[in-house]
């Protein structure tokens, strides 16, 4: 059994920043790789980010630049650090990851306002 905790979203204007936090809670986080995702009302759930054990990276095209996967192997964490926040990034985050069957967190939701 894999849980994992998303932390971080909050309400922030365009333009602005913030940094989620995913925490998972076994001890073999060091060699999974672990995915972010979003998901906003009326639209299909769409991949965000992705890294893996090695720490490589992908992205959306529609974050390139803005936002930056990491992860610390001795916290069992990984984070979404999104910059130059824009309206349509409104969502609902959630991580993910795959030990034998696929594991999601709660979601935390993030939403770009004036």
């Known amino acids: 059994q894999v849980q994992l905790v998303e932390s971080g979203g909050g309400l922030v204007q365009p333009g602005g920043s913030l940094r989620l936090s995913c925490v998972v809670s076994?001890?073999?986080?060091?060699?999974?790789?672990m995915g972010w995702y979003r998901q906003s009302p009326g639209k299909q759930r769409e991949l965000v980010a992705g890294?893996?054990?090695?720490?490589?990276?992908n992205y959306a095209d529609s974050v390139k630049g803005r936002f930056t996967n990491s992860r610390d192997n001795a916290k069992n964490t990984v984070y979404l650090q999104m910059n130059s926040l824009k309206p349509e990034d409104t969502a609902v985050y959630y991580c993910?990851?795959?030990?034998?069957?696929?594991?999601w967190g709660q979601g935390t939701q993030v939403t770009v306002s004036s």
């Open positions: 993910n990851t795959k030990s034998g069957l696929w594991y």
């Open positions: 076994r001890s073999i986080f060091n060699i999974l790789a």
């Open positions: 890294i893996t054990s090695g720490g490589s990276t």
